[in-house]
Structures are given as C-alpha cells and as structure tokens.
C-alpha cells in the first residue's frame, strides 16, 4: 500500500487556504470599489439640461448641428464656398444672427468763424495754427520746433491748422488769408488736420509750388503723409508722422522740380501802391485719396528730371566712345595688315663659319621627350 | 660638314610633313601662319621640317644643312639664305631645333632661339605640332618686328596680280576680256587697259 507523506498534504492544504483567503480579498475590495464609484444613470432628458447649463448661447440648438457628412452635396458647396469649413462643427446660429457693427459716424460741425478768424490773424511766422487750444502745450511746441526746422532748411515750408475730430471747414471758406496770408504768399503748403482723423485731413498749396509740380506728384504726396499717419492709433502720434512724412517728400519735391523756389521779397515802392494791386494767390487744395499703388509706384517724374538727361548724356557718350574704340581698333587692324616690316640692310662680308655660305650654325636645340 | 653632303641646292618648301604628324587642317592652318609671316616680312623665308633622322643626323644639323643648301622660292620679294629661319622637328628622337642665317644672328641670337624653344616644350611634348610651330613663328615675327621698319605694302611690294585681285569676286580675265580666248589683243578690252 502506497503510503502519502504527512508534510505534501500539509503544504497542499495551507496552498488551497491562502489562495482562497486572496480571492476573498479581492471580491471584498471590487465591492467597496463598486460601492464608492458609482457611475451615474444616463437619462435622454438630462442632456438638454446639462447642455442649456454650460456656456452655450441662450438661443443654441443642437438639432441645427449638422455634420458635414450627413450634408448634401449643394449644402456642402455651399459651405465651401462661404469658406467656413471651420464652422461645420458649430452651431449656424451663432454665426448667421450675428451683424457687422455700424459704425455711426459722427456729424461733422463747421469751424467756428471765431477760430477761424484767429487763424486769419495768427502771425505769419506760426507754424502750428490752433486757435482753439486742441493739442498739449508740449506736442505744440514739439510740432512747431520741427516745423520751423524744416522751414529753415526747406524752400517749402509746412503749416497746420488743427481742427478737432468732430471739425470740418466750412464749405467754400478762403485759407489764403491763414497766418496773415503769408502761406499764399510764398512756397509753403498747409494742412488743416483733424486731430484723430488722418483721412480727413486736407492739404493746400501755394500757386507757386503747384504751378511747378505735377498734380500726379502731389495726390502720391498728399496719400504718403495720409497712410503713414494711419499706422499709427494714438492722434498725437498720428499727427507727428503725418509731419514728419510731409517735411520728407517736400524735401523730395525740392529736389524732383528744382523750379520751385521761394518768391524772392519785393520791396514795394510807394509808387507802386498807387496802382491796383495783383490779385491775391490762393491756395489749392491736393485730394489725399491716393491709393497705395500711387504712393509706392515709381517717380517716373523724378527719374525723368534729374536722371533721364544724365543717363542720356551718359549713354550717348558711351556710345560714342565705343564707336570711336572700334573704328580705332578696324583702323589699327586695317593697318597692321597693310603694313610690312623691313630689315635693316645685311652686311655681307661677315666671315663664314663652319663652311656654311649662308648660315654660321647659329641656332638652338631642344630635347622635349 | 658641308663637304660631307655635297653641294646640291635643296628645293624647300614651308612646310615638310614626312613623319605625317599634322592632320590636314592643322596643315592647312600651318601653311597659312607661314604665307602671313612672310608677306608681314618679305625678306624673311620661314621653313619647318617634321620628320624622322637617321641616327647620323641630329636636327641641328639639318636646320644648317637646309640653310646653306636650300632653295627658296621667292614670288615678290628676293628672299636670301641669310634671312631664312629653319625649324626641325623629330617627333621620334623628340627633338626641335631652331636656326636662323647670318643676317638673323644680330636679331635672334641663340638665347633667344633657346627661349623660343623652351617655351613650346610643353605642346610639343604633348604632340600638339601645329599650335607648337604657330607659336615659334609668332614669337619669332614679334622679336623680329622690334628692329625691324614698318612700311605699307603698297610702297615695298609690286601690285598684286590681276588673277588675285579678281580671285576673290570669282571673276577672271577671261571674263573680263573676252578677246583673249579667240587670241586677240587684251589692250582692246573697256575694262583692262
């Protein structure tokens, strides 16, 4: 009789105890695990409660939540074609009610004949004609020391009558008499300029600087000065690059016509005032509707008054040059090849070498391999 | 030396080819850088020799020999010995030689035909003959033309021949005197007094 060892039963006995012990741990902590993390009920009618509780409009709709491949096939042109691939997962409705702001321009109110006869009776030397106090003491004087800077070192000077945002000219109003008249008077140019409203501002010019210049040049002046001023956002900031832009292209203008000059001072002689006086040059205004294009198109005026005579002159000399360079160098070859060399003349009494009556072995070898 | 050879002229031509070294054009090409050479200078007789030695004769020897027993053929101008410049060239001992007469020794002494020479070891080394012998002859012209005197053609050499002046509008004078091929007399014709 086959006889089984006391101590395999043992070990088998206490394997089969700890294994069932894990198995009942295990269930124990499934049920805890069950009882503390229970998931919740879905219920249909909670999902438009939760939905209408989040951050979605008052007016949303899920039912209008289409997705793209349930569209039909005009549908979905459509939507190509509006360019709103990215919507196709939101809700029309968040897009379709929606309309552009209108922006309300405010009305325009006419200058006041008191300030603009300040203006009128302003020195002629200000630069910077604010009768109604618009800009700061120090952007004024900012303004105006640059002003007179250019004046010093320009034949055109510059000028600003400021008006305020909501200020426009009166219609058919007379500038010429602006700082005493003396900006008809001479080369100089003024700019009644909307504090805040680069695109409204008007430029004029003396007769004695448009009658030299082309109209072309000045609308591209006058847009240069508007679009530079529009990249900025602050008014005063606004105002010094529109300053600043205009002291450059006068400074440009200056040197494209040359023919603008400033009137040369005229003493009036006592008999002379006796006389009716000339009529008084008014000013002109220049639109600043320019576009882009006009503004960074080439100077065609420029290039044609100052370099096209010199490019010219310097392709004609070139030209020049050559064709005397070849009919030297045909001469030179025509020449050479009429021309024959002589030697001088050989003095026969030489002694022979080496028996040779014509040849003395006077030569030279070389081994090249 | 000269006893050794005899004394039989040697008719020369401008250029020998007896090894065959030039392709024809570059013949060609040679000859015509020679018939300009010589109408740029009418005493000057250019000949150049390719050809193989017998191992008696070196190319030295040669260019002395074709100097003083060779036989110019001169169309304009009397062309001497004297004035003569031989090259030889043995492609297969690879040896160049150059030699000039009496009346050349003052204008090209051997330093100079050495110089001459030495430049062109290059091109010849590498079998290019004809760009070789262009550039001795060139460089020869250029030494020669420092001591020389500049002249128009028309005051040194005689008019050209009716058949040249004609040749290159493709009309001959036949053509132009038509009294010639029944045997007439040419001085009838309008157009050739």
């Known amino acids: ?369 | 030396m000269m006893a050794a050879f005899g004394s039989d002229l040697i008719p020369l031509r401008r250029l020998w080819d007896e090894a065959h070294c030039l392709r024809v054009h570059e013949a060609r090409e040679v000859e015509a850088v020679l018939v300009n050479f010589e109408e740029h200078y009418p005493q000057l007789y250019f000949s150049v020799y390719i050809g193989e030695l017998p191992p008696t004769l070196t190319a030295i020897e040669l260019s002395f020999l074709l100097l003083n027993r060779g036989l110019f053929w001169a169309e304009h101008h009397p062309r001497l010995n004297e004035h003569a410049i031989a090259l030889v060239l043995d492609p297969v001992a690879r040896t160049a030689a150059l030699m000039v007469g009496y009346a050349l020794e003052e204008i090209l002494p051997p330093r100079v035909l050495q110089r001459i020479l030495r430049n062109v070891r290059t091109p010849l080394w590498h079998a290019e003959y004809a760009p070789a012998i262009t550039s001795v002859v060139n460089e020869v012209a250029r030494t020669v033309r420092k001591v020389a005197r500049g002249a128009l053609r028309r005051d040194v050499l005689p008019p050209a021949a009716i058949e040249e002046f004609l040749g290159g509008s493709g009309a001959s004078r036949q053509m132009l005197d038509p009294d010639m091929e029944d045997g007439g007399d040419s001085s009838h014709s309008r157009l050739l007094p």
Not at chain 1, 136 to 160: I, K
Not at chain 1, 221 to 248: G, I, M
């Open chain 1, 1 to 369: 009789m086959r006889r089984f060892p006391i101590a395999r039963v043992c070990s088998i006995v206490t394997g089969w105890i700890a294994l069932q012990s894990i198995v009942l741990q295990t269930e124990v902590r499934s049920e805890k695990a069950d009882r503390f993390l229970a998931l919740p009920q879905w219920e249909e009618r909670d999902h438009l409660d939760s939905l209408g509780a989040g951050l979605w409009p008052d007016d949303f709709n899920p039912a209008l939540i289409i997705h793209p491949a349930m569209l039909s096939k005009g549908e979905n042109d459509a939507a190509q074609v509006a360019d709103d691939s990215w919507l196709r997962f939101l809700p029309r409705s968040l897009f379709s009610n929606r309309k552009a702001h209108e922006t309300i321009e405010p009305a325009l109110v006419d200058i006041s004949a008191e300030a603009l006869r300040a203006g009128e009776n302003a020195p002629g030397n200000t630069r910077v004609i604010d009768p109604q106090g618009i800009l700061g003491e120090a952007q004024t004087e900012d303004l105006t020391r640059f002003l007179v800077f250019h004046s010093e070192n320009a034949n055109v000077e510059a000028r600003f009558f400021l008006l305020d945002v909501g200020q426009q000219l009166p219609p058919g109003v007379d500038l010429s008499q602006i700082a005493s008249g003396e900006i008809a008077r001479g080369s100089g140019c003024l700019v009644v300029y909307p504090l805040g409203a680069p695109q409204r501002a008007r430029l004029f010019l003396s007769q004695n600087v448009t009658r030299c210049v082309e109209a072309n040049y000045l609308e591209t002046l006058a847009a240069a000065c508007r679009l530079d001023a529009q990249k900025a956002s602050d008014p005063v900031e606004q105002l010094q690059r529109f300053a600043t832009q205009l002291s450059t292209r006068l400074f440009w203008l200056e040197r494209a016509f040359p023919a603008v000059k400033p009137e040369p001072a005229v003493v009036v002689l006592p008999a002379l005032e006796a006389h009716p006086q000339e009529p008084v040059p008014t000013l002109s205004e220049v639109s600043l509707t320019g576009s882009v294009q006009s503004v960074e198109r080439f100077s065609f005026a420029v290039f044609r008054q100052r370099w096209l005579p010199w490019i010219g002159l310097g392709l004609t000399g070139a030209l020049l040059v050559a064709t005397i360079a070849i009919m030297f160098v045909r001469w030179l070859r025509r020449r050479r090849r009429q021309t024959v060399w002589i030697l001088p003349d050989y003095d026969h009494r030489q002694p022979m070498r080496f028996g040779g009556p014509h040849c003395g072995a006077c030569g030279a070898t070389v081994k090249y391999g």
